[in-house]
């Protein structure tokens, strides 16, 4: 590992995939490179992720020859950002994303494949693609990192599969994995998904002369003329001054930067920080399923300098499931349940015994109704709630940590019939009975009419493939039967500074912060309220990662 140097070039603060496109665009450009990891270990949130990649009308899609157009993407992108976002910023990532994309495999290893089965997540708007749009990375040989291996981040599941292997066997169906393959794998140092990606980028950067140093963490920005940061009692107002050093805490002290070019935040979101999801969420998010080391820094460091702040309220939103003892960095686990909710022989209820969404729909989305406030009784509707299954659901898939051959454990409610599992968790009993005759009437012929289950291309990428005559639905059978409760969770927030179309940080005057960048979680998403598709959250860090580093470099 490198020494911390006095000077350099640009810092980039984070070493998710958006923090390390934007030191590799840099790096390419021959500036000096240093970025800092607060962790003991490197990757951030995107090591966690699935690794993949939301590009519309991406030069994979073309060679497959499978139609879409930058004409679309823009169209789907604004009917999702609710007029909530500038056209500029739309338009710019459109038309960005493929241009970062070319720079990253010129410099790295990575190679894509189209996942031509993964629709966009709101598959029934206008620009929406059934698939295609999100692209998957190979695995990486993490060996090539050399003393480096060990600093990166392990992730929540430490199987090296890629995502389109995940999508062939099942998330939920252990029992079709190849097994020996994962083990050969494993022993040879392979790692898959998001950490095979920030593995590539990390080498990358690394090979183009960049430094990286962990256990280094970013407290305070300073910017000329304003006295901001310096501990003098200068102010933290927007006008005049560029960026000109940030202070870093190191396990030797602390460190002040000098930075010739500028800084790059890229810290992720604040998810972690109970102050303020408290302050700016508005809904009672409980579950993040992020590595705990996002506390909000880059934004309190922004705050501090008078950045203006927009998307705040919003988040990767999504429903999550917490087995009891499961941890993650010394924090509950809470582990998402995309494939979960989608297969069937399973209903998610509130505690009216009501379905209130699609259980299939994609996470971002389900998330939202699952925070829907009830003025009338004033809460919220929805929380807590449960995914309820029958003995052949629990027989047949995993839920959580527990495989079908596994006991039951105490946090996975169980009951021989509904009447009981509802005294048992808090449902309304007649409620819950009502809801299940209701939904078994419908599901017998593999039909929803209240939410339309299965009847999306998402929905229908989802589900269990071997279940005739619909992948999605059948009637709930004989018990005894099980609940687990889900949480209102987030993958990650997506609120903070705001950027213009190089990503440049705006003040509240509304003039730029010379010399300042952010991408990813820390900065206000340019998706808005909306999530386009599987592999969006990195698309736009990474795009907005790569305008930061060619901005700096002076493109």
């Not at 000077?7 to 984070?14: F, L, Q």
């Not at 990891?37 to 690794?51: L, M, N």
């Not at 454990?409 to 009975?433: K, Q, S, Y």
Request: hydrophobic share 40%; with cysteine.
């Amino acid at each position: 590992m490198h020494a911390l140097p006095h000077r350099t070039d640009v810092v980039v603060v984070g070493t998710g995939a958006a923090g390390l496109t934007a030191a590799l665009t840099a790096a390419a450009a021959g500036l000096r490179v240093t970025i800092l990891e607060k962790a003991p270990v490197i990757g951030g949130t995107t090591v966690v992720s699935g690794g993949s990649i939301w590009a519309p009308a991406n030069r994979w899609l073309a060679e497959a020859g499978v139609p879409d157009s930058r004409d679309d993407a823009v169209t789907y992108l604004r009917r999702l950002a609710l007029g909530r976002v500038p056209d500029r910023l739309i338009e710019t990532f459109v038309d960005q994303v493929n241009p970062m994309l070319d720079l990253v495999v010129k410099h790295t290893g990575l190679e894509f494949t189209p996942n031509l089965e993964h629709p966009d997540y709101q598959p029934d708007l206008p620009g929406a693609r059934p698939g295609g749009r999100t692209l998957q990375s190979d695995l990486f040989d993490a060996t090539q990192l050399g003393e480096l291996r060990g600093k990166l981040r392990p992730p929540h599941s430490t199987v090296p599969v890629t995502k389109l292997e995940l999508d062939r066997w099942g998330m939920d169906t252990l029992d079709r994995w190849d097994w020996a393959l994962i083990a050969e794998r494993t022993a040879k140092g392979v790692v898959g998904m998001g950490a095979a990606l920030v593995g590539e980028l990390l080498h990358g950067c690394l090979r183009l002369g960049a430094t990286v140093h962990t256990e280094a963490r970013a407290l305070r920005l300073h910017r000329t003329g304003t006295g901001t940061g310096t501990g003098d009692g200068g102010g933290g107002g927007a006008g005049g001054g560029r960026i000109e050093a940030i202070t870093v805490a190191t396990p030797q002290g602390t460190v002040r930067v000098a930075v010739d070019r500028g800084v790059v935040l890229a810290s992720g979101g604040f998810e972690w920080a109970p102050d303020m999801v408290g302050q700016f969420l508005g809904v009672p998010m409980d579950a993040p399923a992020s590595p705990p080391a996002n506390v909000g820094d880059g934004l309190r460091m922004v705050m501090e300098i008078g950045a203006a702040l927009a998307n705040m309220n919003e988040a990767w939103w999504g429903p999550m499931v917490y087995a009891a003892g499961d941890t993650y960095d010394g924090q509950p686990l809470y582990r998402p349940t995309s494939g979960l909710r989608a297969l069937p022989g399973g209903i998610i209820v509130n505690r009216r015994g009501r379905r209130f969404a699609d259980e299939a729909m994609n996470y971002n989305d389900l998330g939202k109704a699952m925070a829907q406030f009830d003025a009338i009784h004033y809460e919220y509707a929805n929380l807590p709630c449960w995914l309820v299954f029958d003995d052949r659901f629990r027989s047949s898939y995993s839920v959580a940590t527990v495989t079908p051959d596994s006991p039951t454990p105490g946090w996975m409610a169980t009951a021989p019939t509904l009447r009981e599992l509802a005294d048992t968790v808090g449902i309304d009993p007649d409620g819950l009975r009502e809801q299940v005759a209701e939904f078994n009437r419908h599901a017998e012929h593999g039909q929803d009419p209240r939410f339309g289950r299965g009847t999306t291309v998402y929905d229908r990428y989802r589900g269990d493939p071997s279940v005739t005559p619909h992948r999605n639905l059948r009637p709930l059978g004989a018990g005894p039967y099980y609940a687990v409760r889900l949480h209102l969770g987030c993958l990650g927030t997506k609120g903070g500074p705001l950027c213009d179309e190089h990503g440049q940080v705006q003040g509240v005057d509304g003039a730029p912060i010379t010399g300042l960048y952010a991408c990813g979680n820390v900065a206000a998403s340019p998706f808005g309220p909306g999530y386009p598709g599987a592999g969006a959250t990195l698309a736009a860090g990474m795009t907005y990662g790569f305008l930061s580093g060619r901005a700096l470099a002076g493109g």
